[in-house]
Structures are given as structure tokens and as C-alpha cells.
């Protein structure tokens, strides 16, 4: 597995591409006629996932009129699913711009990964207790479609099915929440790390240790490989900092 290019032309390639253009990735969940709270929370609900799958990237203006004429809605319920993305901070007011993406400083991506070590590092503890067979075997078949996956955006995918499968074998009902607020700020990292060259094997290997951990049912390995992952994945993360200054 080989990454083709540079860290720089992921996020040219990231920022060369229109608004406008990625909006068109993006489909509403909505049945005809509905109105209200409920076609808010459509909206809200594309557009989180916009953020949450690297359709907009950090900096990226996201314009009320732009998006009430893609999803043909009117502007209201756009404003009212820009104003809950703009209380959860995932937005933020810039000057005479509107409404854009967050750029996390470092700082706050430092700490970001602090508390992603503990929270995936808990997620894999528990999964090792709690999986099903089923969720067990699904995990070896995302494994093996990481192992030959040729893209940074195929990795990304399917990274992330990964920990998710992982995150639903948790089986407790206070962890989601604190969970899907986290992934939420993680969308705002911008470019994959598996942009980064040579990436992509060491996070297979990775992945191998946390799998087979859950597979033994040994909840401190498991844990423990995780927080390895996630410690090589904030590595990644600065290298890509670094390139951008």
C-alpha cells in the first residue's frame, strides 16, 4: 500500500475544488412535504455528515443561500441547522464572511488526540468484552479491504467503518454521546493523515494488533493497542502541520 503524491497536494486538491462543487456530494434524507423541525434536522444531518466525511474542510464558507438552493428547502431550516453547527462550534463567524469551518489551532488538536487516546483506548476495552461474533467478522472484512485499498480516501472510509464497528461493540449508553461529540471536532482536522506517505501500512499493522485483541477477548491489549494507534496517528497529524507552515 502506497500513498501517490505529497502531503501538499492532498490539501490542494482539498481546497481546488469548489464549495459548491463538493455541495453536490451531498443528499437530504427528507420526505416530500416536511417542514418544520424535521426538515432542520435533515439539513443539520447533511451537513454534519459534509463535515464528519471531509466534504468541507476547515476554512471553507458555507453559504445559507448556496445550501437552501441545493437541497431546494427553504432558508430557514438552513439557518436554523447552521446555527446548532455554529453552537457545537464546528463553526464559527468570520468578519464579514458569514458562517465557515473551524480551524482547531494546536492546541486544541493536541488535546483533541489526548482524548481520542482515551476514548477509542476505552471503545476497544469494552469491544474485546462485549463484541459479537458478527462484529468480530465484520472487522476482519474491513481489514482485509484496508489491506488492499490503494487511496487515502478508500483508507479514510474505511478507517473509520472500522472504529465505528468497534465503537458499536461498546454496549454501554453513556458512551455515545460524549463519542459522537468527539468525532464531530475530529471533522475538523482537515486532510487524512493516511495523506501522509507511508501511512498507510504501519496503520494496517495497527489496526491487525487491535483486531486480533478484541478477536482473544484481551481487553488490556486491545486498549493498549489502540492508544498506540492513536498516538502514531497524532504523529502523522503533526507531520501534516508541519508541511502546511
Known amino acids: 500500500m502506497q500513498v501517490s503524491g505529497a502531503i501538499g497536494d492532498c490539501v ?38 459534509g463535515l464528519r466525511s471531509g466534504i468541507f ?11 437552501a438552493e ?38 486544541e488538536i493536541f488535546e483533541l488526540y489526548q482524548m481520542r487516546e482515551i476514548m477509542e483506548g476505552t471503545a476497544s476495552r469494552f469491544a474485546a468484552q462485549n ?15 484496508f489491506e488492499t485499498a490503494q487511496t487515502a480516501a478508500e483508507w479514510r472510509s474505511l478507517n473509520k467503518q472500522f472504529h465505528d464497528t468497534i465503537a458499536a461493540a461498546v454496549r454501554n449508553r453513556y458512551f455515545h454521546a460524549p463519542l459522537e461529540e468527539l468525532q464531530d471536532f475530529l471533522a475538523l482536522l482537515g486532510p487524512t493523515t493516511f495523506s501522509v506517505p507511508g501511512r498507510a501500512n504501519p496503520a494496517a499493522a495497527e489496526h491487525r494488533r487491535i483486531l486480533e485483541a478484541i478477536a482473544a477477548r484481551d481487553a488490556d491489549a486491545a486498549e ?15 507531520k501534516i502541520l508541519q508541511a502546511g507552515n
Open 12 to 49: 490542494m486538491n482539498a481546497q481546488s475544488e469548489s464549495v459548491t462543487s463538493r455541495l453536490a456530494r451531498l443528499s437530504l434524507d427528507a420526505t416530500p412535504g416536511m417542514r418544520g423541525a424535521g426538515l432542520s434536522d435533515a439539513v443539520f444531518a447533511a451537513l454534519r455528515h
Open 131 to 145: 463484541a459479537t461474533p458478527a462484529e468480530i467478522a465484520h472487522l476482519r472484512d474491513l481489514q482485509a479491504a
Open 224 to 238: 493498549a493497542a489502540t492508544r498506540d494507534h492513536i498516538r502514531s496517528a497524532f504523529a502523522a497529524r503533526l
Open 70 to 107: 441545493h437541497f431546494h428547502v427553504s432558508r430557514t431550516p438552513v439557518r436554523d441547522a447552521l446555527r446548532r453547527l455554529l453552537e457545537r462550534r464546528l463553526l464559527e463567524v468570520s468578519g464579514g464572511r458569514g458562517l465557515m469551518v473551524r480551524r482547531l489551532d494546536q492546541s
Open 57 to 67: 474542510q476547515p476554512g471553507d464558507r458555507l453559504r445559507e443561500e448556496e445550501i
